[in-house]
């Protein structure tokens, strides 16, 4: 039996949060990314699974969207 080399296909958790987002809030590919002032062909790709963001890119579409990655402090900090 021979085995592929093949590596397994994971979406990473901030990837897939993203685009729900962008999906669950009805929001276009050029909506998106006129909104966050990024490329168009860039977004298209992402959702459609073609191609990974940039950083720099994803903190733009996040930022548009009122996206935070995490709270700045652990919520146990937060009860003081």
Do not use: H, W
């Amino acid at each position: 039996m021979r085995k592929t080399n093949k590596k397994p296909t994971t979406k990473k958790p901030v990837s897939q949060a993203l685009r729900r987002t962008i999906r669950k809030r009805g929001l276009t590919a050029y909506a998106t990314a006129k909104q966050a002032g990024v490329s168009v062909d860039a977004v298209q790709r992402f959702l459609k699974d073609e191609r990974g963001l940039s950083l720099d890119t994803v903190d733009k579409i996040a930022d548009s969207l009122d996206l935070a990655l995490c709270d700045e402090k652990p919520a146990e900090q937060k009860r003081e």
